[in-house]
């Protein structure tokens, strides 16, 4: 009877270890896609459910290796890209951590950016099929 629980057991874990895996391969496949330029709106909406906040920063740092802005619904080429780590406002008498937004062609990139990373499921990758499917919204282009 033990012998019994334990193959099952052993079964259980053996599934869900090839789940985790495709799970991951998975997530791995979309961020390839995601360096891509082009990503029609709705195929970037529908990838998102299957990534997590550490695939999507991983798509805005490799966009930026390859001269691309952040933002996978953006297709503008990086140029002139600041060399400093900081910048200052005299205005508000602030300095401001820039490394972060140096991976974006605007401010608006970089917003939208946040405000999708923001919605991106923290829950593990391969537990999601038992989740109800996130609608993600983008943010508008007058903020």
């Known amino acids: 009877m033990t ?25 791995h496949e979309i961020v390839v896609r995601l360096l891509e330029p082009g990503i029609p ?10 990534i997590g906040p550490p695939n999507y920063s991983d798509i805005v740092d490799e966009r930026e290796i390859n001269k691309l802005c952040g933002y996978p619904l953006c297709s503008t080429v ?25 991976k974006f062609c605007s401010g608006y990139c970089f917003k939208a950016s946040e405000y999708i ?19 993600f919204q983008l943010l508008p282009r007058n903020t």
Do not use: H, M
């Open 3 to 27: 012998t019994e629980k334990g193959e099952q057991l052993r079964q259980q874990l053996i599934a869900a270890v090839v789940k985790k895996r495709a799970a991951i391969a998975r997530a």
């Open 41 to 50: 709106e709705p195929e970037f909406l529908s990838l998102l459910c299957e």
């Open 78 to 102: 990086l140029e002139n890209v600041p060399k400093q780590k900081y910048s200052i406002s005299a205005s508000k008498n602030k300095v401001y951590d820039i490394t972060e937004r140096k």
């Open 117 to 135: 990373k923001s919605q991106v499921p923290t829950s593990p990758l391969w537990l999601r099929d038992r989740e109800t499917r996130p609608s």
